[in-house]
């Protein structure tokens, strides 16, 4: 019995001495599918034992460390490779636990546990975890006599309002990941001019806005055209044309970026005003059509839709004209040129062959000259022949004239 009793009497002074600290529960909010940071500190020590637990999950287990080491074969399925604790700092007393990807399902009441091996070392902490998935864009478009406005993606489920009272009630639709798709739509006349259309999607985190004019029409040259854009007179972070609200001209995203132009528009943008506005050059018809401006900066979004109709300027045709009349005349001045070459060609051709016939005739004159004097040569060296063969036979007469008068006595 009396064991039992000393037993007893250590049981109690147990329970004086390590008390269970806890605080009032901290309030922590976060972005869907980002990082979060859940605060947790205690006395520094050594054996530390850290068990993060989400309690409105049926006390799931988050995150467990002891040993000097993780301890996460009983860790909730949910959290799995989305907890870490920042480890060169737990002997410095951070028990701070990371969690990444948040999701709607983390929302809820977690337990911080620390242990260290003291008497007094045990402490609970708590923290109200709150999920935000806040309003990032709202579109607004009409379609004919319809105008609707939109936002997707939000949590908790947002408010839809327009700027001027319409008798409609949003339509809200929860997506499988708890988040939430709100849209409202409006049936406008065609006699109303003038009017503007705006609506403001707002949960407990922020609000945007969207702002939509009335089309205009406008006649531009094709020669150079500038669409107008209408702005607010707050600063304005970024910028996108479209044509035919599908194909993006260009878009500025931030302000300390240039702007940039899709390939298919680089011959036709010329510039881009501060207010926006854009101009055009060398339009073709098929550039016919609706040009999108939408000018947006934290909350909010004004778009302009502007049809354009493109008339050919007579500036153009005149100048079409000039250039091929040009044309006409650089290819008869090359032709003239070219004919006068060809004659000048033709007429030394034939001065060389004249020259070339007369070289020949003289040389064939003088040819003949020779021949001739060769003959002449050749007459006067027989004829000196004949002469002397002739000579001959009387000067042997003449040489013994005696002889034959003796024989014929």
């Known amino acids: 019995m009396k064991m ?36 947790c500190s205690f006395q520094g020590g050594s054996d530390t034992v850290i068990h993060w637990i989400q309690e409105t999950a049926g006390n799931t287990l988050v995150h467990s460390y002891y040993h000097n080491q993780d301890q996460l074969a009983k860790q909730g399925q949910r959290f799995k490779k989305r907890t870490s604790l920042f480890k060169d700092q737990i002997s410095r007393g951070n028990a701070t636990l990371q969690l990444t990807g948040v999701e709607v399902e983390d929302q809820g009441r977690y337990k911080c546990y620390t242990s260290i091996n003291t008497l007094n070392g045990n402490k609970e902490s708590f923290i109200n975890l709150i999920v935000d998935a806040p309003v990032c864009k709202v579109d607004i478009e009409q379609v004919d006599y319809r105008v609707t406005c939109s936002s997707e993606g939000i949590y908790p489920e947002p408010e839809l309002t327009w700027s001027t009272p319409f008798n409609t009630t949003p339509t809200v639709q929860k997506t499988e990941h708890q988040l939430y798709n709100i849209s409202s739509s409006l049936n406008v006349s065609d006699s109303v001019t003038d009017l503007v259309y705006s609506c403001t999607v707002s949960t407990r985190r922020n609000w945007r806005r969207a702002t939509l004019f009335k089309p205009t029409s406008i006649s531009g040259s094709d020669t150079e055209t500038t669409i107008p854009c209408t702005s607010a007179n707050t600063p304005l972070t970024g910028f996108i044309w479209r044509f035919n609200h599908s194909q993006i001209i260009l878009n500025q ?102 020259r070339q016939q007369q070289q020949q005739q003289q040389q064939q004159q003088q040819q003949q000259q020779q021949q001739q004097q060769q003959q002449q040569q050749q007459q006067e060296k027989q004829e000196v022949e004949r002469e002397g063969e002739e000579a001959g036979p009387l000067m042997e007469h003449d040489r013994h004239p005696n002889t034959r008068m003796n024989g014929t006595q």
Do not use: H
């Not at 007893?8 to 901290?26: N, R, W, Y």
């Not at 401006?293 to 100048?319: A, D, F, H, M």
């Open 4 to 39: 039992t009793g000393i037993k007893c009497v250590v049981f109690v002074v147990v329970l004086t001495f390590l008390p269970s600290l806890a605080s009032e529960d901290v309030e922590v909010s976060c972005v869907f599918m980002e990082s979060c940071i859940l605060p």
């Open 253 to 354: 995203t931030r302000t300390d970026i240039p702007y940039t132009v899709s390939k298919e528009w680089r011959q036709q943008v010329k510039s881009v005003s501060e207010s926006g506005s854009i101009t055009l050059q060398d339009l073709s018809s098929d550039r016919e059509g609706i040009y999108t401006c939408e000018l947006s900066n934290e909350q909010e979004t004004i778009i302009t839709n502007t049809v354009l109709r493109i008339e050919k300027s007579q500036g153009n045709s005149i100048s079409v004209g000039a250039i091929i009349v040009g044309v006409l005349l650089v290819l008869a001045s090359a032709l003239a040129i070219g004919l006068v070459a060809v004659m000048k060609s033709r007429t030394q051709q034939q001065q060389q062959r004249r």
